[in-house]
């Protein structure tokens, strides 16, 4: 199984959506997927139209006792981990262990899911915590949605310090442009100045309305049937990071 987390310490970047539908679009290639969704705001959750059982929390999660309340989603080969709202002291669960121990505590709680799932794609809060830590550690492969701006930018340069410092393999970093506008000088401009950079893929997720409006949908782009340019947008995405990063 393989670990796919989608994380950015900057908020507002498509992160959800992203993991929302590169899960959605790897179920529908075959695979076995887990969403694991452990912002404490729940989107991913409220996507799938799924709550948390009121007897899980974040002692269930960090105890390992948890595969009772992963819920299979609305389409075949995915399931949910849903969030909690205790996710939100997930570090401070945490504080009693060794350094180093605590952040291989997340690999090790989803090593004994390997046996059911291809992927575990994380949606990851928004923060640079020891939590973050932990995530980057377990993760295969770490994505990370930029928006063409300075301060999206920044956040990418932040994450890569966190790797550093912790030691951890930068080459498990990708990065995509998302929330394109092209006709923002600004975001015509970053691109054209980074994405020759390799750490970005190729491809791009534009701004689109049909990503925005799956609040109110609460399921994937194309999900429903229709032609969908997003959906084929999160698919090239899924072929580039597959291709990549998580080639065996």
Known sequence: MKIVAVYSSKGGVGKTATAVNLAYVASRSGQRVLLCDLDPQGAASFYYRIKPKKSFNR??????????YIRA??????????AHFSFRNLDLALRDEKQAKK?????????????????AIL?????????????VTAAD??????????????ALEQLIKLLKKIDCDRRKLISF???????K?????????????????QTVIPFMAEIEKMGLSRQPVG??????????AYELLWQEIRQKKLAT
């Open 123 to 135: 949606d990851c809060p928004p923060n640079l915590t020891f939590l973050s830590e932990t995530i």
């Open 185 to 201: 000088s600004m975001h015509q401009q970053i691109m054209e100045k980074y994405g020759g950079y390799p750490i970005f893929l």
């Open 59 to 68: 002692d269930r999660l960090l105890q390992g006792r948890f595969e009772q």
């Open 177 to 183: 442009f998302s929330m394109v506008e092209r006709r």
């Open 141 to 154: 492969c770490v994505i990370t949605p930029v928006i063409p701006t300075t301060l999206s930018l920044l």
């Open 223 to 232: 999900a429903g049937g229709q032609q969908s340019p997003a959906h084929r």
């Open 103 to 119: 952040r291989r505590v997340l690999g090790k709680l989803l090593q004994p899911l390997a046996k059911d799932y291809d992927y």
């Open 73 to 82: 989603t609305d389409f075949d080969g995915l399931d949910l981990l849903p």
